[in-house]
């Protein structure tokens, strides 16, 4: 990207974009579910990863925004914009993934982990295929110790955008979920030759999530 260019895009679109979206984000309605004792929003002993879908970072960035939480964002251009938005919404950010810096990175979240973040991370992400739970969510919880928390959000009414990952805009004035399932812990012991089980756990439970959470939410499309 040359200077010009980048110019216009980190110091006047990104700012006006996050500023309209939060203009428009203070018109949503959105509550938790299934949230006791896992909530980023409140106080509790255990620190935790949040494993979600691509499509579904913009919410989380903005509700779970100030919260101590901390995040990976990949070494492409694009990574490079998603970690400066989130970290206008107070997301402490890494740069990696799996294809790049991933163990350098994973060894800076554990870091971040053991100083009392949550790690939030998408499963999908950065590129995909949609829905598909890459590992490193798995080696990141045999690394800390922490648990894996599925986490999804769904709303009455948003767009979806005609990228890869399907992402999701709520519009003005929706109403939206989000909805945990059940804490999984990773031994630090785990073979290799169980690691695809354990993505196909974490995709089945985010699935059933999902349906729930949009199901609640009254989202049909979305």
């Not at 691509?54 to 779970?64: A, D, T």
Request: glycine share 10%; proline share 5%.
């Amino acid at each position: 990207m040359k200077p010009f260019q980048r110019l216009l895009v980190f110091k006047i679109a990104i700012p006006a974009a996050v500023f309209v979206f939060k203009m428009i984000a203070a018109t949503f309605n959105i509550k938790e579910m299934n949230a006791e004792n896992i909530s980023p929003r409140k106080p509790r002993a255990k620190k935790y990863i949040f494993a979600f879908k691509h499509s579904q970072l913009l919410e989380h960035i903005y509700f779970y925004r100030n919260t101590k939480m901390a995040s990976l964002g990949s070494l492409s251009r694009d990574g490079e914009i998603a970690v400066v938005i989130a970290e206008k919404f107070g997301i402490t950010m890494l740069r990696g993934s799996s294809s790049r810096g991933g163990a350098a990175a994973l060894l800076g979240l554990k870091t971040l982990s053991e100083q009392g973040f949550d790690i939030a991370l998408t499963v999908d992400g950065p590129r995909g295929p949609l829905g598909t739970v890459n590992g490193g969510v798995i080696y990141l919880a045999k690394l800390t110790g922490a648990e894996i928390i599925p986490s999804c959000f769904a709303c009455d009414r948003g767009i979806r955008l005609r990228t890869w990952d399907k992402f999701l805009i709520p519009k003005p004035f929706s109403k939206g979920l989000f909805n945990f399932g059940k804490p999984i812990k990773i031994p630090a012991d785990l073979a290799d030759d169980k690691i695809d089980g354990i993505k196909e756990i974490i995709r089945a439970d985010l699935e059933r999530i999902n349906t729930e959470c949009q199901e609640a939410a009254g989202g049909k499309n979305v």
